[in-house]
């Protein structure tokens, strides 16, 4: 059994990793690797790619900002998230503010000072970086549109870092890019539906408070068949091997999450829509994997 003490400290470790998100940048760096591995540099050997410092390097400095971003999202949210989540707010203040904004501080210091490894470039990409997560944690998040928009582009930053340092400028990078940002936006809207109580509560200017959720409803149908585009280029213009595979389940989920938008009505309807997204974005990580299964039964042989 555990003691007092020690469950306290392993509850404020939980209360952290909640706070920052901790399986999401997992995620995260598990796609970076894998983007870098199959998908920027897929002739470069995977010993190369595994232990090269300067990726490792930039994969850091991105779980890091992205940590810190998690943090001050959370500092500016925290009225916000104790109406529309509040058992995991809860969970969230064992640590205290004073001790999230070192951590912040401390985290985007620490990777700013890693992208110096580097070059400068990579410093002036993070500190942008930085400044860009604070600027939409503190005012544009409220804004209509330029919310959802900020916020998906500042999901996809971190594959921009490891694209940036591979420089592939193959078009079928930023067909990806497309497809796995559309998913972004469609994951911000959802979250606007899921989180209109608080929203409102704090004067939030979302698509749903001001045009309605119909509205919602009609703009997210048409990003839906916007996404089937990037799925038909992928699919009949590039090779992506069995990566076809995912692309087939997520047209399904798409279908599926089509049919259920217009069927919903409730937070819980929301929250589930949002669930389907986060799993065609995750499946997609994976999916990854299936575009040379030949390279890696060589690779894991040899």
């Known amino acids: 059994m555990l003691s007092r003490k020690n469950k306290l400290i392993f509850l404020k470790l939980l209360s952290l990793f909640s706070v920052v998100r901790g399986y999401n940048i997992l995620m995260i760096v598990f796609a970076q690797y894998l983007t870098s591995i199959f998908i920027l540099a897929p002739r470069r050997p995977l010993r190369l790619v595994l232990l090269d410092a300067n990726l490792f390097v930039i994969v850091l400095a991105s779980a890091g900002v992205i940590a810190g971003g998690y943090i001050i999202n959370n500092f500016y949210d925290k009225e ?24 912040y501080f401390v985290l985007n210091f620490l990777s700013v000072i890693l992208a110096s490894y580097v070059s ?79 929203d409102m509560a704090q004067n939030y200017r979302t698509i749903p408070i001001v045009y309605g959720e119909r509205m919602s409803k009609k703009i997210l149908t048409v990003l ?24 087939y389940i997520s047209v399904m989920l798409l279908c599926f999450f089509g049919v259920a938008l217009w069927r919903s009505k409730h937070k819980i309807d929301y929250v589930r829509l949002h669930t389907i997204l986060k799993i065609i974005i995750v499946l997609g990580v994976f999916g990854i994997l299936l575009i040379d299964i030949d390279m890696i039964i060589n690779r894991l042989l040899w």
């Open 80 to 103: 916000k998230d104790l109406i529309n989540r509040p058992q995991k707010t809860m969970l969230d203040r064992l640590v205290s503010q004073q001790t999230k904004l070192t951590g």
């Open 224 to 247: 839906v068949l916007i996404s089937l585009v990037p799925i038909y280029l992928l699919m009949e213009v590039y090779d992506i091997g069995f990566m076809f595979l995912y692309f």
């Open 120 to 198: 400068f470039r990579a410093v002036l990409f993070f500190s942008i970086y930085i400044f860009s997560i604070w600027l939409y944690s503190h005012k544009l998040k409220k804004q209509l549109f330029i919310g959802n928009i900020v916020a998906s582009v500042l999901s996809i930053t971190p594959f921009f870092a490891v694209f940036i340092y591979y420089k592939n400028f193959d078009m079928v990078v930023f067909v990806h890019a497309i497809f796995l940002f559309t998913m972004l936006v469609m994951r911000e809207m959802v979250k606007d539906l899921v989180n209109l109580t608080g």
